[in-house]
């Protein structure tokens, strides 16, 4: 435990500075990461000074008493970040197997995420795209400073691998955007090292994600349009893909078995295990506190001997592991649902150095809470006895306000759980008007521009008809499209069907020059950031108006957007023998003239006639 806590606070935090500080010399690195560590540390120091008094003033200047406090407020805070982490993993996991088990809903959601990912994708390859800017701008000023900074500028060259022919032909447009200082310093050249390697593994994180979800559509489309014929065939594997993936025994007919019934089978009768545990945990978290002899996870664990003494055994200890296992799990998988971890992912071989620091400082930190916080589940005659509650659950119960803290506030388990469960999450968003727009089928049959379904199908069919001309993977700061026919996955003839593409269209797009598929890139970004720059200078101007001009403008188009019912413009009109629209001509030009408010302030017919 000791060892977890030093290298969550300690080691994991030093190594991830030391990664990612852009400094070429070793000490330089260390120097960041100390500094940067130690800002850090000293800041927690100042918040704690307070407690550290108090304690002082319970139990007197003694060493024990600056141990508890430090570890007390490690646990305190790492049980408040496990255990609202579990309540969403508790609910997240479940649901989610559920849902992929439905392969119409899960080609339908894949689809869903394609414009978001695209998305980001072009903005992470536009983001590179200024930085290797900046850096062919210090290419060509490199003669005017030192030599230390000159080779530290080859280095940064060849991490950009930006072409001779680039430095010398740079875009206009975005060399503006790339501001140089008239002294090139050490502060300035790690700053943009640090800038470049988060760039160039932000667009691998995201050419990863998208490959991935141009497979998944292309495997679920394959498997639904399998239905009719009974024979489901992949195409030639990746050697990147699952053991599963790869298994070449199954003929097409016991494939087709396999993806469409044998696996939703085993999803969801794994997520009815699922649910069916994470209502024992959330019931344990509940009741541990008012009578723990009826937790659930406690029932499981514990033998009761002849003599009404409670102990565990090896089957007991198998049983506990599991459910451990399954609480880290829940925990650890809504990483990838919370986006408040920054730009840190996990990549598949190519995982930035400062973010595998940080998921592995997040797993020593969450590991101990929920560790003894399963401790607890259990009678408290049984969890004394144990050596954790001697070394960690004796400290936090110190003063008089630790105690009872780790049995009364996982009961707020609850809000995670809640808000998970009925979406909270998304409701507050829309009322804040930070939710995205719903796809309706009524006022948007096509889509577009809502980032739904239907947009992101047919990003996935352009990308497909045609890989190597106008789609990402033409843009020279991408190195392979998403299904290369050496590596990865070879679509099918029922999947190209499916998707609109005629099964010789891959083939003969591939072999299109480089050079086409280069210029069709170009122009296909200057038009995204022309469209981007729209939109900047939008908001802009849309900043400019006050809080009232605000609200008065976006309560105008809601009710401008609001359709009204047929019984509303009934309301309106006069009955007949008020000179109401009979239909004829002369009423009609009658009424027109003599409704709204301008008949109260001396408004006439348009004939002349006055009207007593």
């Known amino acids: 435990m000791h060892l977890a806590n030093i290298q969550s606070r300690v080691i994991l935090p030093l190594l991830g500075d030391y990664t990612d500080s852009g400094f070429r010399t070793p000490k330089d690195r260390i120097l960041y990461s100390l500094r940067s560590n130690g800002r850090y540390q000293l800041i927690v120091l100042g918040c704690a000074s307070a407690g550290l008094l108090y304690v002082f003033f319970q139990n007197g200047f003694e060493g024990t008493s600056v141990k508890a406090l430090v570890m007390a407020l490690a646990y305190c805070w790492g049980l408040i970040l496990a255990i609202y982490l579990m309540g969403h993993g508790l609910v997240a996991v479940p649901r989610r197997l559920y849902r992929n088990a439905n392969l119409g809903g899960r080609l339908q959601r894949i689809q869903g995420q394609a414009p978001k990912v695209e998305t980001r994708l072009t903005d992470a390859i536009s983001e590179l795209d200024e930085l290797e800017v900046q850096v062919t701008q210090l290419k060509l000023r490199k003669n005017g400073i030192s030599r230390d900074h000159q080779e530290w500028i080859e280095d940064l060259e060849e991490v950009a691998n930006t072409p001779d022919s680039r430095a010398n032909s740079a875009p206009t447009s975005r060399v503006h955007g790339a501001t140089i200082p008239a002294v090139i310093t050490d502060r300035y050249l790690a700053e943009l090292t640090r800038k470049l390697n988060r760039a160039r593994h932000k667009r691998v994180r995201f050419i990863d994600t998208w490959d991935r979800l141009i497979q998944d559509a292309v495997d679920t489309q394959a498997t639904i349009d399998a239905s009719a014929s009974k024979q489901l065939n992949f195409g030639k594997a990746s050697p990147h893909a699952s053991l599963l993936a790869r298994f070449t025994i199954l003929t097409p007919y016991t494939r087709y078995l396999l993806y469409s019934r044998v696996v939703p089978s085993i999803r969801i009768g794994l997520a009815g295990i699922f649910a069916t545990a994470s209502v024992c945990i959330v019931w344990s978290e509940l009741i541990k506190f008012v009578a723990p002899q009826l937790s659930i996870i406690s029932l499981t664990v514990i033998r009761h001997s002849s003599d009404g003494h409670g102990e565990i055994g090896f089957l007991g200890q198998i049983v506990s592991s599991l459910w451990i296992l399954y609480m880290c799990t829940a925990a650890l998988a809504s990483f990838e649902d919370v986006k408040v971890w920054g730009n840190r992912a996990i990549v598949r071989r190519n995982t930035y150095g400062e973010s595998a620091c940080w998921y592995a400082g997040q797993i020593a930190k969450l590991t101990v809470p929920l560790s ?201 009109k006069r009955p007949k023998w008020m000179g109401g629209v009979d239909g004829n001509s002369e009423n009609s030009g009658r009424a027109e003239a003599g409704r709204g408010m301008g008949r109260w302030f001396g408004g006439r017919p348009s004939d002349g006639r006055v009207r007593l």
């Open 372 to 572: 003894y916080n399963f401790v607890t589940f259990l009678p408290r005659d049984v969890h004394r006895e144990t050596t954790f509650y001697h070394f960690l659950g004796r400290l936090i119960n110190l003063t008089p306000l630790g105690k009872g803290f780790d049995y009364f506030f996982p009961i707020f388990i609850l809000v995670p759980v809640c808000a998970t469960y009925f979406n909270l999450y998304g409701r507050v968003k829309n009322i804040f008007g930070f939710g995205g727009l719903e796809d309706e089928d009524e006022e948007n049959p096509s889509g577009f521009g809502t980032g739904g379904w239907r947009e992101g199908r047919d990003l996935i069919q352009r990308e497909l008809n045609n890989p190597s001309s106008g789609g990402l993977t033409s843009h020279p700061g991408r190195t392979s499209s998403p299904l290369p026919p050496s590596q990865s996955r070879s679509v099918g003839s029922e999947s190209q069907r499916s998707m609109g593409q005629p099964s010789s269209t891959s083939n003969a797009s591939s072999l299109a020059p480089r050079s086409h598929a280069t210029i069709a890139g170009n122009t296909d970004l200057v038009d995204r950031q022309a469209q981007r720059l729209a939109a900047a200078t939008q908001a802009a101007e849309e900043e400019d108006e006050n809080f009232f001009q605000g609200f008065a403008h976006r309560m105008r188009n809601t009710l401008d957007g609001v359709e009204r019912p047929e019984w509303f413009s009934d309301l309106s």
